[in-house]
């Protein structure tokens, strides 16, 4: 037993020190080096949260002057810089490197980082006024700079990543060499207008990724950090296994449901799978699980934090500047997949834990019946719905009722909630972290543990109230929360000391907690700053030489056309290429390179799809990456917990993500996924049909439903989950989906089309990139039918104008410059080939009937076989 206790000891370890490696840095010198470390992370942490506060605004309404403001781009500068610092202070530039000091060589590497990026605001005035026209200091201080990215990278991340940015980096020198195919050549730069193109201007490492991540994402990573300092994360945990823990294969259930926690606000899917797993998958492993699939069940749900809202790994942020939406709609078109992917991961536990007759652990009090059990989750769950409704309906209607008092107002009755539940908390013992290799006899009840922590809850409310009522900026909503956050963090420990004992007490504990909490955003934020400015490379690449559309034509002659290869090619490259990355700087490389391709090869055959669809289908193929062999780090992280083998758990984890896999497939074809264009009512419908589909798709997957299934079993429950997922496939072999119309009548059907309505529209020309003569579908946007005409709404809101020859034909008569039918290399003289029109069909929803008459029959075999094989075993 002590030999057990010490291997599950050492596996903690191990994924510790292996998370600290790539999330935190594995350095931390004694004495005046790592107060430095500190107190520069500290100066990152205090000066992010000031710029983003209203401090600066009503100091410059007070005193007339920008005392104390910074503009987005001095942010970004010093954001890197910053990042630079730490990255080569916190992580050792090699495995034989000291770990308690900082060698002579970092200083330099220090200065050197610091000579380049403040070489931007020196010279801030004198750059602006020769764009182009790069000195030599320039290029020299430019040169510097990547050389300092691409170092801190490779310190922080590993050589992945710097391996991708090296490459694109080689596409722009010898782009034009015969190395290359003729179809991937371009004409080459100099050294000189590359080194301005990616450090001198906003194209590059200082562009949007980095602007973001400056602007944003590290409010809201510190505020997880924070959170986390506090103990919101072992009562994530240990909420999670009391409510689940007693359930067959509890222990998973719970590490499912702690890491979708932990994962809403967490930026790192190795993080999450240390934080969560060093408790949850040692005690799978204990009633039962082989060591890999608990690895396995742990890394699959880690790696889903980061699809699920509020923050997703932080990409949410970027999405918003990326698409061109606001966040709410990013939350919202994100929120279903995630929710229908976790569900299916229990699911898949609960399949798991039967074949393998597995128990939970036992709970305290006295054994309940199964009526008792679903009244109970009944009740649960009735008390979650009527506290969203509260939530929901009552700060809404709070808002309009304190008018301009609205914040001030929810500050009160945010202090007011605050007291009642740390009172409430007061009664109960502080929960303590315990032990995973320790014994676990039996566990706590629910109902003590959720009041132990409940006003860990207040600081999300708040940012929630700012994000959707408030309708605030993502980075001020953060701020907010952070302040909260702040205030319970000080306030918590002696006030809970005066409801016990009638003393105020711990103040120290809670700075603590707070100075603590400071400085692990700080740490946490280096791997992202670092990689958003190594993004910025690969985005400069794509922007100085084109490669996304070099990209798409290779795919497209892979695919030979074919939509479904194509998308299934695009899979396989977002895997590859978010393989070893965080995830920020997934979501940069692969919509940079992957999304423009599913957009113009998908147009070319017919298939427009919002822009949303696309840039989730590739993010999620790059997340999934994390536990991708023979990459795979949070399956390595896991398994260093786990005693097992590496490269069997990201099999096994990825063997469990195929339903997430599928998803991504699933709303390309069928947006409603994404609830685009879908009320209130129709949301809760189409909930309700993808979660039996991924159910289904689940139980085929493990070959058992609601017994071991026979093999035309998963094939039929594979055809139903498809047949629910997109009915639509088979109502298109019945009827076709849209009315083709003559050309000439497009300007008459503009101007006849309701308000923000799309008109579909088929075009033929010639591609002058290429040279080649290609067709395309666009959807053009036609506003408000106050615009005007067909004519007037087009050239307004689409940004087109066309004529008719003598001959009939349509063409594009004019084109906005840079807008986005010209991005999709659409030109003048293009010509109409077709206007489709939806065409007036059945409800899909019809083909619902033979897929659920087809479910009745197997369910009705398999109980019948369950129920036998049960009075045999008696």
Known sequence: MASENKNGSGGVTDAAAFAADFDVGARNPVGWQGSLI???????????????SPVPALVAAWTGQNWIYITSDVQRVLHLALGLTLATLAYPMFRASPRDRIPWYDWLLIAAGLYATLYLLWNQTAIAGRPGLWTTGDVVASAIGLVAVLLATYRALGLPMVIVAFVFLMYVFFGDSDFFPDAMQWKGASFSKAMGHFWMQTEGVFGLALGVSASMVFLFV???????????????????FALMGHLKGGPAKAAVVASAATGLISGSSIANTVTTGTFTIPLMKRV????????????????????????????????????GISYLDVVKHAILPALISYIALVYIVHLEACKMGLEGLPRKGPARNLAQKLASFMLGVIVFCVLCLIIYYGLGWLKPLLGAWSLPGMAVLFFAAYLVLLRWAAQFPDLEVDDPNAAFTELPEPGPVAKTGAYYVLPVIVLIWNLMIERLSPGLSAFWATVAMIFIMLTQHPL????????????????????????????????IAVATGTAGIIVGTVSLTGAHQVIGEFIEVISGGNLLLMLIFVALFSLVLGMGLPTTATYIVITSLMAPVIVAVGAKSG???????????????????????????????????????????????????????????LFIFNTELLLIDVGPAKAVFVFIVALIAMLLFAAATQRYFLTRSRMWENVALLLIAFTLFRPGFWLDMVEDPYVHVDPAQLVELAGAAPDDAQLRVRLEGENFATGRIMATTVALDLGAQSDGDGAARLQKNAGIAFRTEDDGGVYVDNLEFGGDLQQQGIDFDWEVLVVEEEAERMPKEV????????????????????????????
């Open 222 to 240: 510190l505020f997880g950090s924070l959170l986390e300092k506090a103990g919101a994360g072992n009562y994530f945990i240990k909420l999670a």
């Open 288 to 323: 039962g699980f082989p060591a890999e699939k608990a690895g396995a069940v742990e890394v699959a749900s880690s790696t889903n934090g980061q699809l699920t809202p509020p923050v997703m790994g932080a990409a949410a942020f970027l999405m918003v500047e990326y698409v």
């Open 496 to 527: 809970k000391a005066m409801f016990r004992n009638g003393t105020l007490t711990h103040w120290a504990r809670g700075w603590g907690e707070f100075i603590d909490g400071m400085i692990a955003g700080s740490r946490n934020m280096i791997g």
């Open 847 to 874: 083909f619902y009937i033979p897929a659920l008459a087809l479910l009745a029959l197997i369910m009705w075999l398999q109980t019948g076989r369950a129920r036998r094989s049960a009075a045999a075993m008696a």
């Open 607 to 665: 298939l427009i799809v919002p822009l949303i669809a696309v840039h989730m289908f590739v993010f999620y193929f790059g997340i999934i990456a994390d536990d991708t062999p023979p990459v795979g780090l949070a399956a390595f992280a896991a398994a260093a917990i786990s005693k097992g083998d590496p490269i069997r758990t990201g099999v096994i984890g990825f063997s469990y993500d195929i339903r997430t896999a599928i998803l991504p497939f």
């Open 38 to 52: 500190a107190i520069i992370a500290l100066i990152w942490a205090f000066g992010q949260v000031l710029n983003a």
